[in-house]
């Protein structure tokens, strides 16, 4: 793999889950932030030796990097991804890609204009046992799916004030819940239906968090039937992810607090309450992603389990969900028939 120059933008939780992979890859990385957090970061990491500086301007991490990695706040995601795309850089971004399915969509046709790639970091793709069940999937361990569960539980997310603005984060089943809504696409194929639910606050900006769940159930185009269930706990809510899938020939199960495949860590220092799923028993998953993309971008025939229209695809399904949600009723997606 040629050298890798590395301009990530953003220096909170998830780019501190990042910085470690694109390092492990060799990569010389430069970081801007607007808040002064970048300056910190590059001189945490620079204190220990490893080639990472802070640069003022977003102009100057584009002028210096092949690639741009966006770990920034959700509203942040289109206006940032199209300035790289219109400097020709591969993109990585941050699920969820964008807040409405019109600007994913956007930002996946401006890449597919200019020739570059971009990738939606939907990491829980290169989770072990999330992979090992497409994998079965895939060779018809289980006949043809009928039925998949997912649940998703974490402590609210407290330490950034937008994640509790609907209107910036999306709520819990845009900003939570969309890692599932895009592993029961992967496995189950294309949504055509959703019909959601959810319960508690979710404004909470300055307020005492509460609890918040939710519920969308999705039908697929194959027939198959996807629960998915978030909850936004209190501070003590351990982080869990389950899963049930089922078809004909057998059932294949997974809980995080069975199985310890993974532990919630935090690279270098970490507000209160947040933290970072990763794994100890392999590398870590958002290298093997980070590893993936970046392989891809000089090697056309290499496409990433992750593309772009994924991350659009996900986007719209959580938008109906939140629609669905809002209304009490059922919102019907119009099937892919390209």
Not at 241 to 255: E, I, K, Q, S
Request: glycine content about 10%; some cysteine.
């Amino acid at each position: 793999m040629p050298p890798l120059s590395i301009g990530l933008l953003g220096a909170g939780g998830i780019a501190r889950a990042h910085l470690p992979g694109w390092l492990d890859l060799g990569a010389t990385v430069v970081v801007h932030t607007q808040d002064g957090s970048g300056e910190k970061l590059a001189a945490e990491y620079a204190g220990r030796g490893h080639p990472v500086t802070a640069v003022p301007t977003l102009d100057a991490l584009l002028e210096r990097s092949r690639a741009v990695d966006v770990c920034t706040p959700t509203p942040t995601h289109r206006e940032l991804v199209l300035a790289a795309i219109a400097a020709g850089r591969h993109v990585v971004c941050e699920k969820p890609l964008a807040l409405t399915a019109a600007d994913a969509e956007r930002m996946a046709a401006a890449a597919a204009t200019a020739g570059v790639r971009l990738h939606p970091a939907h990491v829980v793709r290169y989770f072990p046992a999330y992979a090992a069940l497409r994998e079965a999937v895939v060779r018809g361990d289980l006949g043809r799916v009928a039925v998949l569960r997912f649940t998703r539980a974490a402590a609210r997310p407290q330490w950034a004030p937008w994640f509790g603005d609907p209107a910036q984060s999306g709520g819990v089943l845009m900003d939570l819940m969309v890692h599932d809504i895009d592993i029961a696409s992967w496995i189950a194929g294309e949504v055509v239906r959703v019909h959601a639910r959810t319960r508690g606050t979710e404004l909470a900006t300055g307020t005492p968090a509460e609890v918040v769940t939710a519920t969308a159930v999705l039908t697929h185009a194959s027939g198959a039937i996807s629960h998915v269930n978030g909850l936004w706990g209190l501070p003590d809510q351990p982080f869990r992810t389950t899963f049930r899938v089922a078809g004909p020939d057998g059932l294949l199960h997974h809980d995080s607090a069975a199985v310890p495949g993974f532990r919630v860590t935090a690279q270098g220092v970490r507000a209160p309450n947040e933290g970072i799923p990763s794994t100890p028993m392999n590398e870590s998953p958002y290298l093997t992603q980070l590893r993936e993309f970046a392989a891809s971008w000089d090697d056309p025939g290499l496409v990433p389990r992750v593309r772009a229209d994924d991350g659009v695809a996900a986007v719209r399904v959580a938008r109906a969900a939140i629609e669905s949600s809002r209304t009490g009723r059922a919102v019907e997606l119009e099937e892919d028939t390209r």
